[in-house]
């Protein structure tokens, strides 16, 4: 699940990169409705996807949710402006065909990794490894072993170095 995760931020972070390129260098058109609408909605996920990568990294309680709106909202904005640059281009026979393609599969994309933050394992996984998470003395987590990275449900205050994986048979705790 760290792999997924790490693949998610990263992920996240060409989006971000992509977004601020298509910012640069595609709105130099004379002030069409569909740039003036494509100006605002990079403008408004600059800032969320920045806020979204940070939390992310550091696992905050509510980094999972502003992830999701992040790549909803991204991946929504690239699916609208490839199928309108695709449509446009159908429409008036210029302008690129390849690049309206690419952002609306870098839309459809984006919008699968939503799928992904919604599974139950990964919300399960993410919200055991939060660091905001107080648990009590007595409090079960869930935990991943280190020898096979498998979801276990632990006490941490009954652990000992003796405990083993159910799975690989490796020590849960490893002794300095």
Do not use: Q
Request: with cysteine; hydrophobic share 45%.
């Amino acid at each position: 699940m760290s792999r997924l995760h790490a693949h998610i931020i990263r992920f996240s972070i060409i989006d971000t990169i992509l977004v601020l390129l298509l910012l640069m260098t595609g709105f130099n058109g004379a002030g069409s409705t569909v740039t003036l609408f494509a100006l605002f909605a990079v403008l408004l996920i600059i800032p969320l996807s920045a806020v979204s990568i940070v939390m992310l990294h550091r696992k905050s309680s509510g980094g999972l949710n502003v992830g999701i709106a992040n790549l909803s909202l991204t991946g929504s904005l690239l699916l609208l402006i490839g199928i309108l640059g695709l449509y446009s281009h159908v429409s008036t026979a210029e302008g690129s065909f390849l690049l309206p393609i690419a952002l609306t599969l870098l839309g459809v994309s984006s919008l699968r990794r939503v799928t992904t933050m919604r599974n139950d394992a990964y919300t399960t996984w993410y919200n055991s490894h939060s660091t905001t998470i107080d648990a009590g003395e007595n409090s079960e987590i869930l935990s991943t072993c280190p020898g096979c990275e498998s979801i276990l449900a632990v006490i941490p205050s009954k652990l000992t170095t003796e405990d083993l994986c159910p799975n690989c048979g490796s020590k849960l705790v490893l002794a300095d």
